[in-house]
Each structure stands twice: as C-alpha cells, then as structure tokens.
C-alpha cells in the first residue's frame, strides 16, 4: 500500500459528458501529480500541484483540469469525454526535500463508451 | 525535451535466469533516472533511481541498475529472476531532483517461464 488513495477504481461513462476522480496523498505530502496512461500514448504527465497552487502542466487538455484542495486531496476534472480519453489515470505524490520518493495510486480506471 | 527508450516491448525469461532490461535516455544535462514496476492492476512501485555518485545502484527486490553517462543508459538488472517478477517496468527521467515530472519510456513487459 503507496499510501495514495484514489477513487474511483472504475469509472464507465459515455462521450460528452464530465467526470471527478480524487486522489488523497499520502500524509503530509504537498506536492500531487497526475498521469495518464493509456495504449497509445503511454504514461503521460499531465500536471502538478504543490500546496494548492499549480506548479506545473505537461500534455493536459484543454478539456481537463484539476486542483488542490486545503487539506491537499486532488481532484482531476474531465469534461467533454471522448473514446480517445479512455486510460488508467495515476495520482502521485511526493514530500518535499532531498532523497524523496513519489508514490503513486493504484489508479482510476477511465472507459469512455 | 528530455526522453527515454525502451527497445525491448516484451522479455521472456526462465526463472532463474537473469534478466537485463534496457533504457535509452535523452536530456542534455544531468538525468535523474528511475525504475518503476507495474503489476496487473496495480500501481507503480519504485525499483530504484540514480541521482548521483555511485553510477551502480541497488533497489528493492533484488534489482540493480547501472548508469552509463557515456552510453545514455540505465539498464536494470536481476541476478536471478524468480515467477513474481513478471511484471511491466518503465524506465523514467526528471529534469530536477526531487521533482517527479517524469517522463516515461514505453514500458517493456517481463514474461517468467517455468
């Protein structure tokens, strides 16, 4: 156990419509990331969060967002779902300072029908 | 833009047998590489990584890595490969200590045989 939390594990939805996933890292980490991962694409970094405020963005949509709460939870928002964004999508999190490991979820599992 | 190759999609090995497991990088300056394993259905889990130093690295399960500035290489090693190891692992680069903005090889599957 990573100590990363994510919900939902399964997610089905249909094209068009939007979906949350959650991720809660481990304790007293401040920074959040997220990856997707998919067959065509790979493991992809989409974006970063530490202590609330974006701190970074890789190959995130338009279409996507995300944020971090106060208490440091990470929600990935996904709008206007296409087939093509059916993929694993993986929370990690790291503590800050030297010598420090990211820990991922075991991921939400997307299928867009 | 920083990259990494994993020749190999799919390895079978024997159990027993050792297993090498090779990873290309690309990034101008320092990399700061990693390992990570996937099973079916689960997450990612940190072999081992190199920052600096001591360009052979011990990680968990048994594995090692060496780094090899001269060949952009960072290549996983397993002396002796036991059933449990078949798995996905992926081959990673940060530009940054500490930072885990990684990017990821494709990934090469491990196949053990009896």
């Known amino acids: 156990d990573s100590g990363v939390t994510q919900t939902p594990k399964h997610l089905i939805t249909a094209t068009g419509q939007r979906v949350t996933l959650r991720c809660s890292p481990r304790?007293?980490?401040?920074?959040v990331y997220w990856y997707q991962q998919s067959l065509d694409q790979g493991l992809q970094f989409l974006i970063q969060?530490?202590?609330?405020?974006?701190?970074a963005k890789g190959n995130i949509l338009e279409r996507f967002s995300a944020q971090q709460f106060p208490d440091l939870h990470s929600e990935l928002n996904l709008s206007s779902l296409e087939l093509g964004d059916s993929a694993l999508y993986f929370c990690a999190s790291s503590a800050t300072g030297e010598n420090t490991e990211a820990f991922f979820g075991q991921g939400t599992r997307l299928t867009v029908v | 833009a920083q990259s990494v190759t994993q020749p190999d999609i799919h390895i079978t090995v024997s159990e027993g047998a050792s297993l090498e497991l090779r990873c290309n990088y690309s990034y101008g300056a320092t990399p700061y590489l990693f390992w990570y394993v996937q099973s079916p259905g689960q997450g990612l889990q940190l072999l081992l990584k190199?920052?600096?130093?001591?360009?052979l690295v011990q990680g968990i399960k048994g594995f090692e890595a060496e780094f090899k500035r001269s060949q952009s290489s960072f290549n996983l090693r397993k002396p002796s490969v036991h059933w449990s190891d078949a798995a996905e692992y992926f081959c990673a680069v940060a530009s940054i200590s500490n930072d885990y903005k990684l990017s990821f090889g494709a990934g090469t599957t491990v196949t053990v045989r009896a």
């Open positions: 190199y920052f600096s130093g001591d360009t």
């Open positions: 969060y530490y202590n609330g405020e974006e701190r």
């Open positions: 304790s007293g980490d401040l920074s």
